[in-house]
């Protein structure tokens, strides 16, 4: 007889993992931070409890785009107003803010409800190589 095991949030204990995003390709990097932050990666995974774990990003300014997406990739941000919308192509958008980039990636790979804008609050990207995350002893994880 077998028993289905149900984890619970009171159960979960989170781990605290740094990603060096240099030199790495936006689409694969930002599908192995989903995967982790979801908790896809663990025996106990479970679709409908947060069982994932804490992702640092570092180097969010130096990840790889293939092909013309530096220029052809176009991020948009609209106020609600009329004639309100403000478009962005990828070089731009490494300029003003490299951090949006990944997460924005990271983001449409999360399913669509509120236990991924849970999921997404466990997301830390820095564009730089340090993080005040030090306290938390993160391990490596290679990619």
């Keep these: 007889m077998n028993i289905t095991r149900y984890s619970r949030n009171e159960d979960m204990n989170p781990k605290w993992f740094t990603v060096d995003a240099s030199g790495k390709t936006l689409g694969r990097l930002a599908t192995e931070v989903a995967n982790v932050l979801r908790g896809k990666n663990k025996v106990y995974f479970n679709p409908n409890v947060d069982c994932g774990d804490y992702v640092i990003v570092i180097n969010a300014d130096k990840v790889l785009l ?20 403000k478009s962005y192509n990828a070089t731009d958008m490494v300029a003003r803010h490299p951090e949006h980039i990944i997460t924005h990636a ?18 830390k990207v820095y564009a730089g190589e340090t993080h005040p995350h030090a306290a938390q002893t993160p391990e490596a994880l290679e990619i």
């Design 66 to 85: 293939t092909g013309n997406k530096w220029s052809d990739k176009m991020y948009y941000s609209y106020s609600g107003y009329q004639g309100g919308i």
């Design 106 to 123: 990271v983001k449409g790979m999360l399913p669509k409800n509120k236990l991924a804008r849970k999921i997404l609050a466990k997301l």
